[in-house]
């Protein structure tokens, strides 16, 4: 399994991005799907999930209510819609597979992206 991220680049605070990750070499429909991220000197954290099915998806309570996490099945594609971007939303984004059950915690994804750079300027 590979996952290709993209879609990161510099914003200004309020504005708006949409990350990608392309998901290729095994069963996308059968995987929960995760984006993490990574600020200089932090630990990686959990940003959102959403199930195999896409009946659920979870978020961080510190983009809840402004990023939306989806699924494309019929383009092995999940997406991060981020809106009203804020400058502590700065870092690198991973998305990530885990061919199961959906969860919160790296621990549980099998597969990760290489990370795309997101910049939110002030």
């Known amino acids: 399994v590979q996952l290709q991220a993209y879609g990161g680049g510099l914003m200004q605070a309020g504005g708006s991005l949409r990350l990608s990750c392309k998901f290729s070499?095994?069963?996308?429909?059968?995987?929960?799907l995760g984006w993490f991220r990574q600020a200089p000197e932090k630990e990686r954290e959990f940003v959102a999930a959403i199930s195999w099915s896409g009946d659920h998806t979870y978020y961080a309570d510190s983009v809840k209510g402004r990023f939306t996490i989806s699924r494309d099945d019929a383009k092995n594609t999940v997406y991060l819609q981020m809106n009203s971007l804020k400058p502590e939303d700065t870092a690198v984004y991973y998305c990530?597979?885990?061919?199961?059950?959906?969860?919160?915690?790296?621990?549980?994804?099998?597969?990760w992206g290489q990370g795309t750079q997101v910049t939110v300027s002030s």
């Open positions: 070499g095994g069963a996308f429909h059968s995987n929960a």
């Open positions: 990530a597979a885990a061919d199961g059950l959906v969860g919160l915690h790296d621990a549980l994804y099998d597969y």
